[in-house]
Each structure stands twice: as structure tokens, then as C-alpha cells.
């Protein structure tokens, strides 16, 4: 199956929620335009009161679609946007890419990984339950973070269902995501 865009959203405010859209336009350095996580600092309410002057690190949010498919058959019916994604993608493991990963998105745009969501306790709050769903252990025991991925935008550009997208790795040694 090839890699592909599922669905687009973004939200001026902080929301848990975003909105699907038709399309979303990535800005180079800064994020999904018109969405309240976009700029070249920290937006993420919490970080911004740890330090505000933090890069931000998490300008554009991926999930993909296949996690939906597993909550469902856990009980938890989640559609694209609701866990606060800017895109939702098919076809690509996410979590299993290296820090640094770029991921080639449509025509222009091009995102590059830097870590992983860390669920938060607005994920119960939106259904209660789901942030256990949402955790998993490695055979080794470390926890497995599924909440999706986080990235910076390098090369902007419209962004659409139906897009296709490709992964570029970088060079080796590969770092494993942790959280950002």
C-alpha cells in the first residue's frame, strides 16, 4: 500500500479538536497556517510556561489512521482531527521512524520528524479511558507512546487527502523518537 493523506485539519484555538479541512497550507518554519500551534516558538500551552523562548518542536501533528482501526476494536471509535492531528496519514509506520525523518508530502511540502506526542490527561477528558488505549509496553518493557508524531515543517506547501507521501531517512545512526 502506498503512503498516503487521509485527512487535513487545524484549529486557531487550543482546542483538544481540530477541524478537518479541505486543504492546509505548511509554512516553512512555522507550521499549519491559521492553526494556534504555528510559530517558530513553543506553542503548546505547557511548554510556553516552562519557557517560551523553546523551539517548537512540534508544529505539525501526525497520526495514522491505522491506530483509529486498533482503538476501535478496543472500543473507542476516534475519527480524523478529534485527537488533535493536523494530518492523518495511511500507509506509513510512524512510529517506527528515526528523529530527523523527512516525510515528502504532496508537491512541495516537506516535514521533518522530532518526536513523539506524550499523551496528556485532555485525551481521558475527550473519552474517558482512551489515554490506557493510547499506552503500550515493548517486550523490554519501555513504554510504546501512540498518540502520533510530532514535526517542524522544512518546505512548505498545500497539503490534501489523497496526497501521497514519501519517507526519506537520514543518515545513520538513526535516533528512536522520544518524546517532544
Do not use: W
Amino acid at each position: 500500500m502506498n503512503a498516503v493523506v487521509v485527512a487535513v485539519g487545524s484549529s486557531a484555538t487550543h482546542a483538544f479538536s481540530k477541524g478537518t479541512r479541505e486543504r492546509i497550507r505548511l509554512l516553512a518554519g512555522l507550521g499549519v497556517e491559521g492553526d494556534a500551534h504555528s510559530g517558530v516558538t513553543v506553542k503548546h500551552r505547557s511548554r510556553v510556561a516552562q519557557d517560551p523562548t523553546q523551539p517548537n518542536l512540534r508544529q505539525v501533528h501526525l497520526i495514522h489512521t491505522e491506530l483509529f482501526d486498533e482503538l476501535l476494536t478496543k472500543g473507542y471509535e476516534v475519527l480524523p482531527g478529534q485527537m488533535g492531528e493536523n494530518i492523518a496519514t495511511r500507509g506509513v509506520d510512524l512510529l517506527a521512524l528515526p528523529v530527523g525523518a523527512r516525510l515528502r508530502v504532496g508537491e512541495t511540502a516537506v516535514l521533518e520528524l522530532t518526536g513523539l506526542r506524550n499523551p496528556c490527561k485532555q485525551i481521558d477528558a475527550f473519552k474517558p479511558g482512551l489515554m490506557s488505549a493510547l499506552l503500550g509496553r515493548a517486550a523490554d518493557g519501555t513504554p510504546i507512546l501512540k498518540a502520533g508524531v510530532m514535526s517542524i515543517v522544512v518546505s512548505g506547501g498545500f497539503v490534501q487527502p489523497g496526497d501521497a507521501i514519501a519517507v526519506e531517512l537520514p543518515a545513520q545512526p538513526h535516533r528512536k523518537l522520544e518524546r517532544v
